[in-house]
């Protein structure tokens, strides 16, 4: 609500909720590899760590339900932006301490847990506080801010840290052994930047976000919520062919998984070991435009679906998700010194993403999702994928130090198989007979 009372248009806080929701999760699946590189921890320990980051997500739609139990929506936006505020600047801090890693590592495992959290509200404002029209009119504007923030984390603000870095490190020269304690002041500084941001969404979010309304459905109480939680788990594995839909749900993404966390290692590793030698100012650039090509994939992905409907294309985006993973295979063995060079190819793999991401969203919503738990089927799903993400990219540290950069490319390449055959055998519901029907 505004100051006065009055509802306030959705554009005046869809925007910063959903750019708010995005940039701490960047932070924490994305950014955080990255400045462990910086600070000298191998590609192993590095996916290990930032690998089980996903484990929030995984786990959120245990705890959504509870969501709707007590006080407001906006309350646990609030409540979770001003935690976030908190593990932020304490991360920020910690760099300081001779026991940065546990530390930093369990304040990004409360931030995870945080943001999670406020994703689950933050849906729940916008799905509670808009009416039908203006959720599908608005629904650009909430992916499009979304990916804002992470252009911001992990484009911007990555770039930030080598002009922080030479800032720091001017004058002062690199230590025998171990990562220059520059980057730990760049880090630290974009940490409290990171720390500001989601104060200052807190701050607005407390005048211009609505409360939010609670589900027609909502539980009345802890023991109903549960007792709701079990029937909706147990209505998800009585769909027919649910256990295929599974599989094409946590398979599809299984190349990208073993890629997400080590494509960014290769660009910025040394040349010595393999890598591309990018330094954080590139490396931010090409993150910063490849969001942006990411999102025009999906954007032609989603209308591929829309004029020729997702059974007919859904094999097609699948091949667009994992056929451009050969782009790191390429640039693992040609080890090219161009920039353009070396980012065009990287967008060409940000393109198929995009593409085929599309797939991935449009099948968990229209195919495993519809039923009289819609939106809790919906969170079972993404909870599905958000498990293989984990998984791969806990691994794939392990996997690329013994096979090397070149080798682990090539694996690569084979993972990205089964998600083609899986999606060529994926299960489809019956078509609805009315074109205009949803699911409930």
């Known amino acids: 609500m505004t100051p006065d009372g009055k509802r306030a248009h959705p554009l005046l806080w869809v925007p910063t909720l959903y750019f708010a929701m995005g940039t701490p999760m960047i932070a924490v699946s994305v950014v955080a590899a990255i400045m462990y590189k910086n600070l000298g921890l191998s590609n192993t320990k590095i996916a290990a760590y930032t690998g089980a980051m996903y484990l929030p997500w995984v786990l959120k739609p245990l705890w959504a339900p509870l969501v709707e139990l007590f006080r407001t929506k906006k309350f646990f936006v609030l409540t979770m932006e001003c935690a976030m505020v908190v593990t932020f600047a304490c991360l920020a801090l910690a760099l300081r301490l001779p026991l940065y890693l546990p530390l930093t590592l369990g304040f990004f495992w409360l931030t995870g847990f945080a943001s999670a959290t406020q994703d689950i509200a933050g849906d729940g404002v916008y799905l509670t506080s808009s009416t039908a029209k203006e959720q599908a009119l608005y629904i650009g504007v909430q992916g499009a801010f979304w990916n804002l923030g992470r252009v911001l984390v992990s484009g911007s603000l990555v770039s930030l840290t080598k002009v ?77 062919r649910v256990w295929m839909m599974i599989a094409v749900v946590f398979f599809y993404r299984f190349g990208e998984g073993f890629i997400e966390k080590i494509g960014p290692l290769f660009l910025i590793d040394t040349r010595s070991v393999g890598g591309l030698g990018l330094d954080n100012m590139a490396l931010g650039q090409i993150n910063a435009i490849g969001t942006v090509v990411f999102v025009a994939g999906t954007l032609l992905g989603g209308v591929l679906a829309a004029r020729l409907t997702l059974r007919r294309v859904f094999v097609l985006l699948a091949f667009c998700l994992n056929v451009p993973l050969v782009t790191y295979f390429y640039l693992s063995h040609t080890m090219p010194t161009n920039l353009t060079l070396i980012a065009c190819t990287v967008f060409i793999e940000k393109f198929g993403y995009g593409l085929g991401t599309v797939g991935m969203m449009l099948y968990m919503m229209q195919e495993l999702s519809p039923g009289p738990y819609r939106t809790a089927h919906y969170a079972f799903a993404t909870g599905i994928m958000a498990l293989n993400m984990m998984l791969t990219g806990m691994v794939s540290g392990r996997i690329q130090a013994a096979l090397h950069y070149q080798n682990f490319f090539l694996f690569v390449l084979l993972a990205s198989i089964p998600p083609i055959v899986i999606a060529w055998f994926a299960p489809f519901r019956p078509a609805d007979p009315t074109p205009d029907a949803v699911g409930v």
């Open 164 to 240: 922080l870095f030479d800032w720091a490190a001017e004058g002062k020269p690199a230590p025998a052994s171990g990562p220059h304690p520059a980057w730990f002041t760049a880090w630290m500084i974009v940490m409290l930047l990171i720390a500001g941001i989601m104060a200052a969404a807190a701050a607005y979010h407390y005048f211009m976000l609505p409360p939010g309304a609670k589900a027609p459905d909502a539980a009345r109480g802890v023991a109903e919520a549960l007792r709701t939680t079990g029937d909706a788990w147990a209505s998800f594995f009585r769909k027919p």
